[in-house]
């Protein structure tokens, strides 16, 4: 049996689009350590694998441009440092104590692979994200954008590579700039933590044209998603795995026992998550769309779940009396996707799988990141449909819902990918997939010379930006 490690953000689709890997190598008689920061712990707690709370590992995103932090430039350089210093040191001693045969990264915290990578480690990244690998068929998943077989698509795409790029590019002279000014930057991270392992950072990155969304040459990828929900690609991607949408197996516990609306009539199911980043008014007004027009105008039965009490109780007060509507801050999903017939969503990866492992049509809203790629995937498929969340009125949601409802043709297409879906578990291609890479697949090239041999290998087009 393998030891695997799991190094996880903390943010909720990370969390709950990983664990149910990892559920399934414990449930497979593998060791597991599951390490997050200690609320993201408390979440999952529950979900029968081992885990570990390891603040240290998550940094804090609350330094920013100021005054202040200006004036601390050099002690904010000095304390990153220090700071991963330490992680070094706590690093050393869980690979000492749990000896992982694979170390999973979650992309978020990749910089700090080279000191998994200084203590011989053998580790792969875990994509809860569309795979960004660039293709002349594949927009990158920042945009909405519906590929086609003709040559304007192909045109199309290659341009939207190239604003993905400028936009990165923009990302990048920030990050300079950040670094300059108050000492740290997202970037900053990777450059500190190089540095202290001696680590050869020049020819082991792998650019990608999203800052957040971080990959090397060495190190394999698996993509926690079935290859039929991504758009047909022209060119093979020989160092990703998908290995299906490994949905957790176990029902989330709900904020307050669960309370469906009154009625017998279709159930709308409405959730855009829990990241705000600055957008809690233009959520509760969303909210309020979907409200007013699925629950009050529409007359459906309408199942709110905000991610938030506070926003939950300020809603429910607005439409109090109407039993057809039910307003919470917390739901169980996958145990409310079972009655749900449609899914109204921000196009997170975990929601969408969700989603069809229930068999449940969406109307997806994208707001940012990899959700419009997501959203764009819904379509391709015919899964459902894809609206402005900007720009959408009461009348467009109704209008949407509606559409799904009468036209039972996307749940028939959301069933045929859910039997696909079910294909990755039947063959055991989860654990089939980590075992190989245990044993031939995931070993990073540690002299500098065979790195530099492996680096020349990749033909030229592939290294530019």
Known sequence: MARFLFLIDDFAGHLFATVGLAQRAHEAGHQVLFVSSAAAIEKVRNKGVPVLAEDRFILSRNIVMSWGELRRRNSNRSRRVDHFLEIRGIVRSLVDRF?????????????????????????????????????????????????????????????LWWLQKLKFSGDCLRDKFEELAIGVSSRSNINVTSAIANFPLS????????????AFWSMPEIVLQAKEFDFPR?????????????????????DVP???????????????????RGETHRMIDFYRKVIRGVGV??????????????????????????GNIVILGW?????????????????????????????????????????????????????????????CTEKSIKAAVDNLILNSSFRDRVRTLNEAFAGYDAEDIP??????????????????????KQVASIPPHSLQL
């Open 431 to 452: 654990m089939r997939t980590l075992t190989r890479l245990v044993t031939t697949g995931a070993k990073q090239c540690h002299r500098h010379e065979d790195l530099l």
């Open 99 to 159: 000896r992982p045969d694979l170390v999973l990264f979650d992309p978020f915290l990749l910089h700090l692979f080279p000191f998994f990578w200084e203590v011989n480690a053998n580790c792969a990244s875990v994509s809860t994200k569309p795979l960004l690998t660039q293709d002349p068929q594949v927009p990158p998943y920042t945009f909405r954008y519906c590929p086609k077989t003709t040559r304007t698509s192909r045109a199309a795409i290659l341009a």
């Open 258 to 276: 669960l309370k469906y609306p009154e009625g017998t009539g279709p159930l709308v199911y409405c959730s855009l998550g829990t990241v705000r």
């Open 331 to 391: 739901a169980s999903q996958r145990q409310v996707l079972t009655d749900a017939s449609i899914l109204i969503t921000h196009g997170g990866g975990t929601s969408i799988k969700e989603a069809i492992s229930k068999c449940v049509p969406m109307v997806v809203f994208p707001r940012r990141a990899d959700q419009p790629g997501c959203a764009s995937r819904v379509v391709y498929h015919r899964l459902g449909t894809a609206h402005s969340f900007r720009t």
């Open 203 to 214: 020819t082991m990155w792998k650019s990608r044209p999203v800052r957040f969304d971080k």
């Open 297 to 322: 105008k529409g007359g459906y039965r309408l199942l709110v779940a905000t991610g938030s009490r506070e926003e939950a109780t300020k809603l429910a007060s607005e439409f109090e009396g109407y």
């Open 234 to 254: 022209v060119n093979s991607v020989p160092d990703a795995y998908f290995i299906g949408p490994c949905v957790a197996h176990d029902d989330d516990e709900a």
